[in-house]
C-alpha cells in the first residue's frame, strides 16, 4: 500500500561530560544558592567539561553521542549519507564541527555541515533532515545537539552561569516502514528582532535579559503548539509524551498548565544537567527512548526556543 514517506528516529545517543557542578559548588564563586536556583529554575546539577579528563569540547562530546548511536543500533557509519550538528559553540570557527565530526566517525560518504539556531539547533536540525528523507535525496542521517556553552559564559555573572551545561546527543534518521509512524508536522519560526534578548558578541561572553525572554517564550511557545496541534486535528490530551527545550522548569509548568496536560508527560532533564542548548532536546528524547516509556502509534511533540529568537515544534508518531 502506497504511504506517504515519513522519517523517523531509528537511534539515540548521548554523552554528558564527567565534571559535575552542584548549585552549592557555585555558591563560592558567585553570590548566589542552592535554594534561589531551584525556586527559580529547577535546576538542582549541571556537568561541564573537563580538559583533565579527555573531553575538550563539542566534536569530543559529539564523537560520543554519535557513536552511542551507532553502536546501539548497529549502523555503520558508511552507510550515513548526511551529518547535521546543531551547534553554537564548534571548537573551530571552521571547518563546521560535523565536518570534523565526520572524519573522526570515518563517515566518507557523508555530506556534513552545522545548523546555527542556538537552543533551537536541534530541532531545526531534525527538521532538515526530515525534508532530505521525504524527498528521498539521503536514506540516512545523523543529526547531533552538541554544545560546550560552559565556555560562553562568565563565570562571574550569577544571573547567566547559573543557567547553563555541556553536553550532546544524537539521533539518526532513516524513511520510516511504517505508514504513520515518523515526523509529521515540524513548524519552524524566527524574529531577529529580539536578538538583544540572548546574544554572544563576537569574541565575548553570554548575555541574557532574563525575565524579558520569559514572558516572551510561553505566549510565543503556546502560540505554535496550538497551531501544529490545530493543523494535525489533535488535541493536546492526545500526546503521550512532551520533548521540550529544558530552559527552565516554570516556562514548561507555565505551557503545560495553558495546554491543560499534566507535568506527568514531560521528559525533564534540566535538573540534572541545566540548560544543554541544542543538546537538551535530544538528551530527552533519548532518555526517554531508553527509558521504553512509549507504545507504537503514540503521539510525541517536541519543541524549543532560543536566541534569535528562533522556535520550534514539531510532531512525531512513534
Ligand atoms: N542567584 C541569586 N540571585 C540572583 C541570581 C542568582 N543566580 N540571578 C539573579 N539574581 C537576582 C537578581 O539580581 C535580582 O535581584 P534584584 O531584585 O536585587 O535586582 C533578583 O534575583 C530577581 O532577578 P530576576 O531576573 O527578576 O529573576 P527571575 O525570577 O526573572 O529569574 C531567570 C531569572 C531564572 C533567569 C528567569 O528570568 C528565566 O528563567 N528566564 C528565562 C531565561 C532562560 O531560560 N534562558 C535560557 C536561555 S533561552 C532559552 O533557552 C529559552
Known sequence: MHHPLRAHICATGSYIPPRQVSNDDLSKQVDTSDAWIKQRTGIKTRFLVDPSQGVRGTVDMAQQAAQAALNNSNIDPKSLDMIIVGTVTPDQRMPSAAC???????????????????????????????????????????????????????????????????????????????????????????????????????????????????????????QAVEALLQEADLQPQQIARFIPHQANIRIIESIAKRLDVPMERFAINLDRFANTSSASLLLAWDQTCQENQLQPGDWVLFWAIGAGLTWAAGLYRV
Open 100 to 222: 570534523l565530526l565526520q572524519h573522526r566517525l570515518g563517515a566518507t560518504r557523508a555530506s556534513a555541515f552545522d545548523v546555527s539556531a542556538a537552543c533551537c539547533g536541534s530541532l531545526y536540525s531534525l527538521a532538515i533532515a526530515n525534508s532530505f528523507i521525504t524527498q528521498g535525496t539521503c536514506k540516512r542521517i545523523l543529526v547531533v545537539g552538541s554544545e560546550t556553552m560552559s565556555c560562553l559564559l562568565d563565570w562571574s555573572d550569577r544571573n547567566t552561569c547559573v543557567l547553563f551545561g555541556d553536553g550532546a546527543a544524537a539521533a539518526i534518521l532513516e524513511p520510516s516502514n511504517s505508514p504513520n509512524g515518523g515526523f509529521h508536522q515540524m513548524k519552524l519560526y524566527s524574529d531577529g528582532s529580539l536578538h538583544p534578548l540572548l546574544h554572544v558578541k563576537q569574541g565575548g561572553k553570554l548575555q541574557m535579559q532574563g525575565q524579558e525572554l520569559y514572558r516572551a517564550a510561553v505566549p510565543t511557545l503556546v
